[in-house]
């Protein structure tokens, strides 16, 4: 059976290889082909990022009454990274193979950071919580389909 962790954590490491992808092509000089693979990350985890926006957080929030929990700190954190990619993005438009790869690795470290206590805590809260709720919060999430 699907669970909330296991389809969001199953999203995070789709989201990890199209990112390692745009470093892989970075480290072989091709940046038309890093840009394409970092698009493709930017577009999959922003897509991520609403999934949880949208849908788990609101409902969590709505079940739980907990607003100013964990959910608040996954929404700062959101934001940092979207800071991040964006300069990253920046930086790969720019040909500056140095400073992206600086910028992708505390991307890296913040994103491992943030999925561990999404993956450890917070997904594993959600499907505790929100049972009844499962089906209806998968559907609107495959609703919410990600770019390939």
Known sequence: MTTIRSYMTDDHRRCDDLFADAEQAVGKGDFDLA???????????????????????????????????????????????????????AALAAGQADDYLGLADTLVIMMQQHNMKEENILYPMCDQHLSAELSAVLAHFDAMACPA
Do not use: C, W, Y
Not at 38 to 47: C, G, K, M, T, W
Not at 61 to 89: C, D, F, Y
């Open 35 to 89: 840009r394409r693979s970092f698009e493709h990350f930017h577009s999959a985890i922003l897509a991520h990022f609403d999934r949880e926006e949208k849908t788990l957080f609101p409902t969590f929030e709505a079940k739980t009454g907990l607003s100013m929990g964990p959910t608040q700190v996954m929404r700062m954190e959101h934001e940092q990274l979207r800071g991040l990619m964006t300069n990253a993005a």
